[in-house]
């Protein structure tokens, strides 16, 4: 028997035995919302990001260009946006992506209890995520959910096989005990809601 093989055996010989039974979690709904529109911008704003509505009648490359004038370089693979000057699924280097002014993406689902949006790769290059100066979500109001708890049921992979939830632009505190924003990823980030309802201002 080796040492490995003899340590491992010490630590199940002196392991005990499970009395209790575990509690049981299926009864365990979290938070929810009346008003997911509402909550939705309020929890952006509380984050840092913004949430932007609009309707399937409006020129959503039109607004996102009033939101972002200054973008030189918009990185897309979404049909939907004409707006972009790259795509990412070409470029044959992820240092490529260096450089992007804003990246348009997708999201699955929003996470009102804390701003997070789901985003499976759909994109040839995760970097995008992350490289960007400033990220744009697309988002319908049917993807909202209330919490953690339906986020997880209804999440999945692709053939990719990453995801991430994104949260507002990226922070640090870890500097002189100082709250930086946009230190190691997007600078801002704004989610586009589809949807029908009213989303309140800040002042509001």
Not at 69 to 85: C, F, G, H, K, M
Not at 97 to 106: E, S, Y
Not at 128 to 134: D, G, N, Q, S, V
Not at 160 to 184: C, M, N, R, W
């Amino acid at each position: 028997m080796s040492s490995k093989e003899e340590i491992l055996a010490k630590i199940k010989e002196n392991t005990p035995q499970q009395t209790y039974d575990l509690p049981d979690l299926s009864a365990l709904q979290g938070i929810t919302y009346g008003d997911k529109v509402a909550q939705w911008a309020m929890v952006m704003r509380q984050v840092g990001g913004e949430a932007v509505p609009y309707t399937a009648a409006d020129d959503l490359n039109a607004l996102i260009r009033q939101h972002y004038p200054d973008a030189r370089v918009i990185a897309s693979n979404l049909p939907e946006v004409n707006i972009a000057t790259l795509n990412p699924d070409h470029v044959a280097d992820p240092h490529e992506l260096n450089g992007t002014d804003l990246a348009i993406v997708r999201g699955e689902l929003g996470v009102l209890e804390n701003g997070c949006v789901w985003l499976p790769q759909n994109v040839k290059e995760k970097a995008l995520y992350f490289i960007a100066e400033y990220l744009v979500i697309l988002l319908r109001e049917d993807q909202l959910v209330n919490n953690m708890h339906e986020a997880y049921r209804r999440i999945s992979l692709n053939d990719y096989g990453f995801g991430t939830f994104i949260s507002g632009p990226s922070k640090t505190a870890d500097i002189e005990q100082a709250l930086v924003v946009g230190a190691h990823g997007a600078r801002g980030v704004t989610v586009f809601l589809e949807t029908s309802a009213h989303i309140p201002t800040e002042k509001e």
